[in-house]
Nanobody, 126 residues
Framework: QVQLVESGGGLVQAGGSLRLSCAAS????????MGWFRQAPGKEREFVAA????????SYANSMKGRFTISRDNAKNTVYLQMNSLKPEDTAVYYC???????????????????WGQGTQVTVSS
């Protein structure tokens, strides 16, 4: 079992930055693919970014490339999402997720993730 707790959300002006953190419990954290998803009101939950077990390989949704950076610190059982140049359309609840399915291909579907945090709200004002 892995439990995930997100933090770092908040209100920021357009063009600003936030760093989200996801603290994981469980000794097997370092073996999991970790991902970030987001869900805006009335919309489907969508993929943001993912990172393999070592942190050496990442994948991003096209609209986040160049603005968002996912990273992890396995010694701290934590995964991060650095978000820069934020836009009002980035407003959503951001979820951290863990997948035990490995990384033969990037895990971009929410259905490939086994564990989820409760989410943290990010609001970007114009």
């Amino acid at each position: 079992q892995v439990q995930l707790v997100e933090s770092g959300g908040g209100l920021v002006q357009a063009g600003g930055s936030l760093r989200l953190s996801c603290a994981a419990s469980g000794r097997t954290f370092s073996s999991y693919v970790m991902g970030w998803f987001r869900q805006a009101p009335g919309k489907e939950r969508e993929f943001v970014a993912a990172i393999n077990w070592s942190g050496g390989t990442t994948s991003y949704a096209n609209s986040m490339k160049g603005r968002f950076t996912i990273s992890r610190d396995n010694a701290k059982n934590t995964v991060y999402l650095q978000m820069n140049s934020l836009k009002p359309e980035d407003t959503a609840v951001y979820y951290c997720a863990g997948s035990s399915r490995g990384w033969p291909v990037p895990r971009v579907s929410r259905y490939e993730y086994d564990y989820w945090g409760q989410g943290t709200q990010v609001t970007v004002s114009s």
